[in-house]
């Protein structure tokens, strides 16, 4: 479901992804959807949906997330082509990770997160 803002340029959407939801806020600028927020978490530049996409939530205070990410990006022969984090709330935030092609098992990040997926637009 999509409610606009107040604004109009922006929309309101209730995502489940993995079996939880999420409240996710975008625009459109040209023909590409950008990403501001999700779950209150403000992203201070708009984070273009994509291509494949990363998407992770984590501590802010542990960078051992993106090292992991990096790591398994060289082994795998992908390239980081954008990243993205977002403010932090709750001691955590999120990260939008543009790849060359997606991984093919995140099994090495699920330690590292609070919550991982994958989405390729």
């Known amino acids: 479901d999509v409610a606009p803002e107040p604004d109009s340029s922006a929309g309101l959407v209730q995502v489940s992804l993995q079996g939880t939801p ?12 950008v990403l501001r927020e999700i779950n209150g978490a403000t992203f201070k530049h708009p984070t273009p949906l ?9 501590k802010a205070s542990d960078p051992s997330a993106l090292a992991t990410l990096t ?21 955590e935030q999120w990260s939008i ?8 098992n ?16």
């Open 97 to 104: 990770v543009g790849l060359s092609a997606p991984l093919s």
């Open 50 to 58: 994509s291509g494949p996409l990363l998407i992770y939530r984590a």
């Open 71 to 91: 790591g398994l990006l060289g082994k795998m022969g992908i390239q980081l082509q954008s990243y993205h984090s977002s403010g932090t709330v709750g001691g």
């Open 22 to 33: 999420h409240r996710v806020t975008g625009t459109v600028q040209g023909s590409t959807p």
């Open 106 to 121: 995140l099994t090495e990040m699920k330690p590292r997160v609070t919550e991982v997926f994958q989405l390729h637009l």
